[in-house]
């Protein structure tokens, strides 16, 4: 027995994908997903299966398909269509471009080989826990298994996903780009409810007294995110509104969310998605996350308003192209988020929230000298985020542009993107056939170098900040 024990230590032991051989390109992508899970609170785990549709959107015939979970989750087997066993190895392994990021490493054999646009499906049976990420600077995935909260999304790998411990290759397959279809069952203990941006099929008992809730998905979507609590489901308006006890602004909530959406279409035209959207509170410090059909969101985000402005205007955000975007979105949404408080609550004026954005900005140069020296345009191979400088960026357009033509733009580049959609390229190219001198000595100021910096350094507050940005009179 001793020995044994031994043998099951070595044979988990951790190592660095650096030793295993490589991927160098991912090709295969799931085009379906049916996750059947039981969540068990009362000793943190879960337990069940994922089958995956995949399809081979490469050139050649692949063998071997890549998958990781969560480090403390294990593969107990993985079993083709037809129910036979499939060859796999699985490994815990360090992240080759960051050692404290670690997952079980999933090698998946086919018995015959997938030739390029050929599908096959596999379930993948697995088991055991998920404690986070905090460990390695990404404070927000506290993800865990309790009787309070517990959430089942790609943060934390907490179901099999075709990447490999390489983010320069994942970065260069664009995962995020190749959108599923899902469906889902997820037991729970009685009295816990089951949160979801999809469409709720059913909710059933099972003999021991627990429940299993079945959704489906109302739109492809390249993520699935789970959440498990007491919740209390709010209806109206044609949103849904999943709060944890102690929650008291539900009712307000949702009409702030009606009447952001009605200023916001009217600015940038019909959103894409139709159907019920949902709004799931998280507790503090889980993150935030939007897509077509749902916000996720933490319990400050129910009282700070401004953030429920920003979650929303992301609707209107294309779809990235890029492998390292600077993220301008985040940038766009705070500005908008800023200019929605001014209309609609009007008791902070715009002026004195950029103010503000002005502020931190200048805080993060200080703290970061490496803002000094980076164009806008590269700050996603930084690792730079643009939620404040790319407020100002968003917020000098609007000045130039007017509130009419910068409607437009955003309209425009929208509904031309949305279903394609747009990398930072498109979008200065959207700027550049506006044809307007301003916009053009704008730009070269953002796109092509770092000057803008002087601009927000020098700034004493926005309008500072409007004057030393125009042509003539920037430093």
């Excluded at 050692?99 to 015959?112: D, P, V």
């Excluded at 993948?124 to 460990?135: F, L, M, Q, T």
């Excluded at 130039?400 to 394609?420: D, I, M, P, Q, W």
Aim: glycine share 6%; hydrophobic share 35%.
């Amino acid at each position: 027995m001793y020995l044994l024990r031994i043998f099951l230590w070595l044979s988990c032991i951790s190592a660095s994908a650096n030793e295993l051989p490589s991927i160098e390109k991912i090709e295969t992508f799931a085009t379906n997903y049916h996750l059947n899970l039981n969540i068990h609170t009362q000793t943190s785990s879960l337990s069940g299966s994922a089958t995956i549709t995949v399809k081979n959107q490469g050139t050649t015939p692949t063998r071997v398909i890549p998958l990781r979970l969560y480090r403390l989750l294990s593969v107990v087997d993985i079993t083709s269509e037809a129910g036979k066993s499939l060859n796999y190895t699985q490994r815990v392994v360090s992240n080759i471009d960051d050692s404290l990021f670690q997952s079980n490493y999933i090698k998946l054999s086919l018995s015959e080989a997938l030739q390029p646009d050929q599908q096959t499906t596999f379930t993948v049976n697995y088991s055991g826990h998920i404690k986070g990420y905090v460990e390695t600077g990404m404070g927000y995935i506290k993800d865990d298994i309790t009787p309070l909260f517990s959430i089942i999304r790609m943060d934390a790998y907490a179901y099999p996903l075709i990447t490999v411990p390489d983010d320069r290759v994942n970065r260069a397959s664009r995962f995020w780009q190749k959108l599923y279809n899902y469906t889902a069952d997820i037991e729970v203990d009685s009295g816990l409810v089951v949160a979801n941006g999809g469409i709720l099929l059913g909710v059933i008992e099972t003999s021991h007294g627990r429940k299993v809730y079945s959704y489906k998905n109302q739109k492809p979507s390249w993520r699935m995110d789970f959440m498990v609590a007491p919740y209390t489901v709010t209806k109206g308006h044609g949103f849904k509104l999943f709060t944890l006890p102690g929650n008291k602004y539900a009712t307000d909530y949702i009409e702030k969310a009606k009447q952001t959406i009605t200023l916001y279409e009217s600015w940038f035209g019909q959103r894409q998605s139709t159907g019920e959207f949902s709004f799931i509170e998280i507790p503090k410090g889980f993150g935030a996350q939007a897509d077509v059909t749902a916000i996720i969101q933490d319990s400050e985000g129910f009282v700070e308003v401004t953030r429920l402005y920003h979650e929303l205007s992301h609707l209107w955000d294309p779809r990235s192209n890029e492998s390292y975007s600077p993220r301008w979105n985040e940038g766009k949404a705070t500005f908008l988020e800023y200019l929605t408080d001014s209309r609609l609550n009007k008791t902070v004026s715009l002026s004195s929230h950029m103010t503000n954005v002005l502020k931190r900005a200048k805080k993060q140069f200080g703290k970061q000298p490496k803002y000094l020296t980076t164009t806008f345009e590269e700050y996603g191979k930084a690792g730079l985020d643009a939620y404040s400088v790319g407020a100002l960026f968003f917020a000098l357009l609007h000045h130039e542009l007017g509130e009419e033509r910068f409607n437009h733009l955003l309209r425009t580049f929208y509904a031309a993107n949305v279903k394609s959609g747009a990398s930072t390229g498109d979008f200065i190219l959207a700027l550049r056939d506006l044809k307007d001198p301003n916009i053009d000595w704008i730009l070269s100021r953002w796109v092509n170098n770092h000057r803008f910096t002087l601009d927000i350094s020098n700034a004493t507050n926005f309008e500072n900040f409007i004057t030393l940005s125009k042509k003539g009179d920037g430093i």
